[in-house]
């Protein structure tokens, strides 16, 4: 699977995005599919996930009640929604594919996209 991030780009605090990651090669409806994020000098951490039937989602605290991972099989495609932007949330966003189990931990994916960066101005 080949997964191609995009839509990341400089925004106001308070203001929104939604950022897309696009599969080639092989179809997402089998894989749980996650967007982690990595800010400078920091380590990759879990943002959102999804289990492979949609059917259950998980949020990192600190985004929970403000983004939305969502998929759309028929365009092989994952997107994170994201509201109410803050300074804090300014990382390069990966998306991820995983075939065992949903998890928050990035060992747990196989296949992974090049990132998009999101810069939050305040």
């Known amino acids: 699977v080949q997964l191609q991030a995009s839509g990341g780009g400089l925004v106001q605090a308070g203001g929104s995005l939604r950022l897309s990651c696009a599969a080639s090669?092989?179809?997402?409806?089998?894989?749980?599919m996650g967007w982690f994020r990595q800010a400078p000098g920091k380590e990759r951490e879990f943002v959102a996930a999804?289990?492979?039937?949609?059917?259950?989602?998980y949020y990192a605290d600190s985004v929970k009640g403000r983004f939305t991972i969502s998929r759309d099989n028929a365009k092989n495609t994952m997107y994170l929604d994201m509201n109410s932007l803050k300074s804090m949330d300014t990382a390069v966003y990966y998306c991820a594919a995983g075939s065992i189990f949903l998890t928050v931990v990035p060992g747990g994916y196989d296949y992974w996209g090049q990132g998009t960066l999101v810069t939050v101005s305040s």
């Open positions: 090669g092989r179809t997402l409806s089998t894989f749980n």
């Open positions: 999804m289990d492979w039937s949609g059917g259950n989602t």
